[in-house]
């Protein structure tokens, strides 16, 4: 079994900051790596971030000049620092662990980020 366990969101107003944390564990998962993902209500899941290393990362658009991925693979730990925050933020978000071994990808529960206007 994976597990992947998240936490860190909350609810700020407009302009402030959240970093969320998640973790995860499993007697044999090899990692490729992990992400973060939002799902906003009426709107599909989207990928908000993803990291292979610290040489590695990539971000959506929306996101790329507030947010920070930051991640250790071999700990199975990934950060999103998340400043400047809008309501366009407001979503569940959810942490990804994309494995070589097991082969799959795994999912946490989901921290809600709500930011005020």
């Known amino acids: 079994q994976v597990h992947v366990v998240e936490s860190g969101g909350g609810l700020v107003h407009t302009g402030g900051s959240l970093k969320l944390s998640c973790a995860a564990s499993?007697?044999?998962?090899?990692?490729?790596?992990m992400g973060w993902y939002r799902q906003a209500p009426g709107k599909e899941r989207e990928l908000v971030a993803r990291h292979l290393d610290s040489d590695h990362t990539m971000y959506t658009e929306a996101v790329r000049d507030r947010f920070t991925i930051s991640g250790d693979n071999s700990r199975n730990t990934v950060y999103l620092q998340m400043n400047d925050l809008k309501p366009e933020d407001t979503a569940i978000y959810y942490c990804n662990l994309r494995a070589i071994s097991p082969r799959g990808d795994y999912w946490g529960q989901g921290t809600q980020v709500t930011v005020s206007s």
């Open positions: 499993g007697s044999s998962v090899k990692t490729l790596s």
